[in-house]
């Protein structure tokens, strides 16, 4: 994914990203709540930092943890827990976000937002 400048984050945060992440955040725990629409509410939960910054995964510094838990602990972490979870500190972090003290806080843990929801490291 290309790398945009600093000038032009802050003016995407400014325009679309404080009020679109928020959106991406609910619409993902929606389809969460229907079987068929798990996998598009992972996507979006996997691109909320594109959302909030334009930040691609290389500018999370996640990547190099790539071990996995098993996909049946994921599953039922998910099920009990990660749903919800995943909504609540969506949401935070979307109010976070939309302070200027707050946006480094905003910024780490939507980054973290996969794995809260589905254990899931990127």
């Known amino acids: 994914m290309k790398e945009y400048s600093l000038p032009v984050q802050a003016l995407w945060f400014l325009l ?10 609910n619409l993902a725990v929606f389809f969460f709540g229907t079987i068929v629409g798990i996998p598009v509410g992972i996507v979006l939960i996997n691109n909320v930092p594109r959302v909030l910054l334009l930040k691609s995964k290389r500018d999370t510094g996640l990547e190099g943890d790539t071990e996995q838990h098993s996909i049946l602990v994921r ?3 998910f099920l009990f827990i990660g749903w ?27 980054n973290r937002l996969p794995y809260v929801v589905s254990l899931y490291r990127y």
């Open 16 to 25: 679309i990203g404080w009020w679109a992440t928020p959106v991406v955040v």
């Open 75 to 77: 599953a039922v972490y």
């Open 84 to 110: 919800w979870l995943g909504l609540l500190w969506g949401n935070l972090a979307s109010l976070f976000a939309i302070t200027v003290i707050g946006l480094p806080v905003a910024i780490w843990m939507l």
